[in-house]
């Protein structure tokens, strides 16, 4: 029997690349149909110039894909991984990490970082990026900025800021990497948690997509992410404070976990790093992949707190987005 399989995506051009990037490796994988695009607003997608915060906090880019995911409109979705909450939906699950794009940071503009003039204007929309560009360059002016990328780039093109911190990953799948004047090196900005990753998001009780969609899954890539991720949840849930986790395989096979969590208040950051061997049993099972991740996301969360973060944490407001 015909079964077309339907895949629920925003309708930002940045959110249709990598759906449709998806559905290319979908297409030869599913035999019982075709493979479609089913575009769904989001939250976020219709309050682009606000604070997260006031915008309705996590999850705002993912919820109403979710929805549709858990009435049967759509078959699976293709998030961002930094936008999908750690908590999911009963009944829903992440089953598949595709290979990770460059997960860094880009300084766009001209000049790199350390180049800039002193009080030069630096824009960005996140707490994350805004704290960590202040701790290596306090002498800098760090304003707000919202938009999708396009309107982002259109803005720092007019001259209303010397530069803006914008995602390696989202600006190449778009085209745009010639705006990059600098990739930030992940020890000067931790990016977000799951930054340059797709997450694949499907229904649990669903066995006859999720055996194509395993085929998709990297394992490295999707060790690091839920660790990432598991950083986020122990952090209460990954909306409580300005914070970064980056996760990645060492050339000795070792993964190298660095985790930081800023106060927006204070300006102060406290950092942490760990490096873990990691059996290729754990790596070829994925519930054990994903339990090893999380018991490793949770010893970087126990170093983080050990040195202060919960005193960061308490500085921020309640909802404020980890971005």
């Known amino acids: 029997m015909s079964r077309t399989l339907r895949i629920g995506t925003r309708r930002s051009a940045l959110a249709l690349a990598q759906a449709e990037a998806v559905a290319a490796l979908l297409r030869p994988l599913w035999r019982s149909g075709p493979v479609e695009l089913v575009h769904v607003v989001t939250t976020g997608d219709r309050l682009q110039e606000q604070n997260p915060a006031v915008a309705g906090g996590r999850g ?25 909450p750690p908590e999911l939906p009963d009944g829903l699950g992440l089953v598949a990490t595709p290979g990770r794009a460059d997960p860094r940071d880009a300084l766009c503009g001209v000049t790199p970082l350390m180049a800039l003039r002193a009080g030069a204007t630096v824009a960005t929309g996140s707490p994350r990026r805004s704290l960590q560009l202040l701790r290596a360059r306090p002498d800098l002016r760090v304003i707000p900025l919202r938009g999708n990328v396009d309107t982002r780039l259109e803005r720092l093109a007019a001259g209303h800021f010397a530069a803006a911190v914008l995602a390696v990953c989202g600006l190449e799948r778009l085209g745009r990497a010639s705006a990059i004047a600098e990739a930030l090196s992940p020890e000067v900005m931790v ?6 990753a797709l997450a694949i998001e499907a229904r649990l009780d669903d066995p006859q997509v999720l055996r194509v969609l395993r085929q998709l899954d990297e394992p490295a890539a999707a060790f690091a992410v839920c660790s990432e991720r598991a950083v986020l949840a122990g952090l ?29 208040i204070s300006g102060g950051l406290t950092r942490a790093v760990l490096e873990q061997g990691v059996a290729a049993a754990a790596l070829a099972d ?38």
């Open 286 to 323: 994925r519930d054990a992949l994903v339990e090893t991740a999380t018991q490793f996301g949770a010893a970087v969360v126990q170093r983080l707190l050990a040195e202060g973060a919960g005193g960061l944490l308490a500085e921020s407001p309640a909802g404020e987005g980890v971005r």
């Open 60 to 84: 705002i880019f993912v919820k109403e894909l979710e929805a549709a995911l858990l009435t049967g409109g759509t078959d699976l979705c293709v998030h961002s991984a930094k936008d999908v």
């Open 236 to 264: 209460g849930g990954g909306c409580a404070a300005p914070a970064g986790a980056y996760a990645r395989r060492q050339p000795d096979g070792r993964y190298r976990l660095v985790a930081v969590v800023c106060g927006p």
């Open 191 to 196: 990016p977000a948690a799951g930054q340059g």
